[in-house]
């Protein structure tokens, strides 16, 4: 099966993926719409450590923990595609799931999908309509840098942790051209404002 892998060091933290992603879960499927629409759904969340970034969604684990927490039964599997989905009709905000998943990945609000007018959970749903249509998730299109690269798990897996773990985190390819000096200028930039040089 299929999942998303990120190569955190390509990661220029430009949102295109949370940007992509709000598109695609708006009902209107138009970036107009999607902007300031409380309701608006991220499943992908591009978090800021220090001078670091990292894209951040739901890894579809298996076993999931969230799925086997569910008292409600919110939680399932897709048998083609293996995704976790989140059935929002179902969920009763319980946060069950949120308390067990080990990359805070699993967020409450009102949502398009609430069915009830009130907070529910959300995740990443690995754009399972996408998929199964042929396509990719649409953080994936949306990357730019190549930090976000969807593919088969294990053949991944096992051929990134086959080699050094420089191409285990970053791939074949490596870093991108010129991506080391945006990233020092990003770091000097991250220092200055902490005070430092």
Do not use: W
């Amino acid at each position: 099966m299929k999942r998303i892998f990120v190569d955190y060091k390509k990661c220029l933290a430009c949102k295109a993926c949370e940007t992509a992603c709000a598109v695609e879960h708006h009902p209107g499927r138009d970036l107009f719409a999607a902007l300031g629409d409380r309701k608006t759904q991220v499943n992908v969340r591009v978090l800021g450590i220090e001078h670091e970034s990292f894209p951040l969604s739901c890894r579809h684990c298996d076993p999931a923990d969230c799925l086997n927490a569910c008292p409600s039964g919110a939680i399932s599997r897709d048998p083609e595609s293996g995704a976790v989905l989140l059935d929002a009709a179902l969920c009763k905000a319980c946060a069950m799931c949120a308390m067990v998943c080990p990359f805070d990945a699993i967020s409450f609000k009102l949502t398009h999908r609430s069915a009830y007018n009130r907070d529910v959970a959300y995740k990443c749903d690995l754009c399972n309509e996408r998929i199964k249509e042929g396509g990719t998730p649409a953080c994936v299109a949306a990357c730019h840098s190549g930090a976000l690269v969807y593919a088969e798990y294990d053949a991944t897996r096992t051929k990134r942790a086959s080699k050094s773990l420089r191409t285990y985190l970053l791939g074949d390819e490596g870093l991108p051209p010129l991506l080391e000096l945006f990233r020092e200028l990003r770091r000097k930039e991250f220092a200055r404002r902490q005070g430092g040089v």
